[in-house]
């Protein structure tokens, strides 16, 4: 089992950035991919972004060029770097450690809100 916790949320204005971090409770260096992502009051959850174990990312379009992923294996952490933030992007982020098809384990979130 993996728990997964994330941190780094918070209210920022429009403009603004933040960055979220996710910490794993095992290593995740052989885990297929980690990813983020949000869900917004009334809205499906939607993935935002994406890392696999070789590092290849894939991005929801509405935050490709302002949003990256990346990890950090030696320290169990999965990043995501917000930049220009909008308050659409205003959501519960959720980090989530992709195994297998099977296996599949999320955070609990972190709030997100961007003022206008």
């Known amino acids: 089992q993996v728990q997964l916790v994330e941190s780094g949320g918070g209210l920022v204005p429009a403009g603004g950035s933040l960055r979220l971090s996710c910490a794993a409770s095992?290593?995740?260096?052989?885990?297929?991919?980690m990813g983020w992502y949000r869900q917004a009051p009334g809205k499906q959850r939607e993935m935002v972004a994406r890392?696999?174990?070789?590092?290849?990312?894939n991005y929801n379009d509405s935050v490709k060029g302002r949003f990256t992923i990346s990890r950090d294996n030696a320290k169990n952490t999965v990043y995501l770097q917000m930049n220009s933030l909008k308050p659409e992007d205003t959501a519960r982020y959720t980090c989530?450690?992709?195994?297998?098809?099977?296996?599949?384990?999320w955070g609990l979130g972190t709030q997100v809100t961007v003022s206008s």
């Open positions: 989530n450690a992709d195994l297998s098809d099977i296996y599949k384990y």
């Open positions: 095992t290593s995740i260096s052989s885990i297929r991919a």
């Open positions: 890392i696999t174990r070789s590092g290849t990312t």
